[in-house]
């Protein structure tokens, strides 16, 4: 609760939030919002021109755009959530595990990570995908795969910071479980260093979803998705531009959102972030007001 009045005091991070909320809940809700059927084929309205029944346009097989546009959230966004969320929580207990008890427990743990990270992640996803085939699922099968051993080792050094405090140490010597320990007293302080590291990994998956399915190795037509949009309209990109802004400017209004909410889950997280970001903002606001004060002069 601290944490949410805290982003909310920040304009930029409010904003962000808002339009990730408001992400989040027309993709779930695409058949509510959407106007038309996403893979409906007219090609008397092949490449028509934006109108009250299509705000954005028709693509070049007489699709609506702005209804591929809603349901693509889907596979851009959500399902991506989907796969960041098993990473973290495949991630989460060798990470608690190797954190806690250390010893031979973090030795072959973070071996294992190790092992798993040396691997570059491009390849390894191009490997899964040359292995099990295109699709969105078994890219994000790769995501999986790739991302649990980095959320292991992130979360192992954000539990060794507090498995020495005090109260950890009491909790141990009262003869109290070392499950119970981890669930009432580490799992709470981590989990906002948690939602800081996996909001900052958010962006750049979906960057890497579209990035695929736009090399057409993710999802596969007729289906909606962003990257693929973006590949669709590449060949007449110059001709019907627009039919491009749309996705593209999709993927950076979320992507930047999702990395603007970040910072402001970082700064409010970490005190002395939270301090410099005032600083700047006050150094902002300096500066405005000096410029504003001459113009007047």
Request: proline share 4%.
């Amino acid at each position: 609760m601290k944490l949410l009045k805290s982003l909310l005091k920040d304009k930029l991070a409010a904003l962000s939030l808002f339009i990730m909320v408001v992400t989040v809940v027309v993709g779930i809700g695409a058949p509510f919002f959407a106007p038309h059927d996403p893979e409906e084929v007219n090609m008397d309205l092949r490449y028509a021109a934006s109108s009250w029944e299509y705000l954005l346009g028709n693509d070049h097989l007489g699709r609506c755009i702005l209804s591929r546009l809603i349901y693509g959230i889907r596979p851009s966004v959500l399902w991506v959530f989907v796969a960041l969320a098993i990473s973290i929580g495949i991630g989460a207990v060798p990470g608690f595990i190797a954190g806690y008890f250390r010893g031979k427990a973090d030795a072959v743990l973070m071996r294992v990570c190790d092992m798993m990270l040396s691997f570059p992640g491009y390849v390894m996803t191009l490997a899964v995908v040359g292995i099990l085939g295109v699709g969105l699922e078994n890219i994000l099968i790769a995501f999986v795969l790739m991302k649990w051993a980095w959320f292991a080792r992130v979360i192992r050094t954000s539990v060794m910071q507090y498995a020495e405090a005090e109260y950890v140490k009491f909790a141990k010597a009262s003869g109290v479980r070392d499950i119970q320990i981890i669930y009432k007293h580490l799992i709470p302080v981590t989990f906002a260093d948690i939602v800081v590291i996996a909001s900052s990994s958010f962006g750049s998956m979906i960057l890497q979803v579209s990035g695929f399915s736009f090399l057409g190795l993710g999802i596969q037509a007729p289906a909606a998705e962003w990257g693929m949009m973006l590949n669709e309209a590449r060949e007449v990109m110059f001709s019907r531009p627009e039919l491009m802004l749309a996705p593209g400017l999709a993927i950076i209004v979320v992507v930047s959102a999702i990395n603007f909410l970040s910072d402001a889950l970082r700064a409010a997280v970490d005190p002395k972030l939270r301090t410099s970001h005032r600083k700047l903002q006050e150094k902002a606001a300096a500066v405005n007001a000096t410029l504003q004060g001459k113009e007047v002069a």
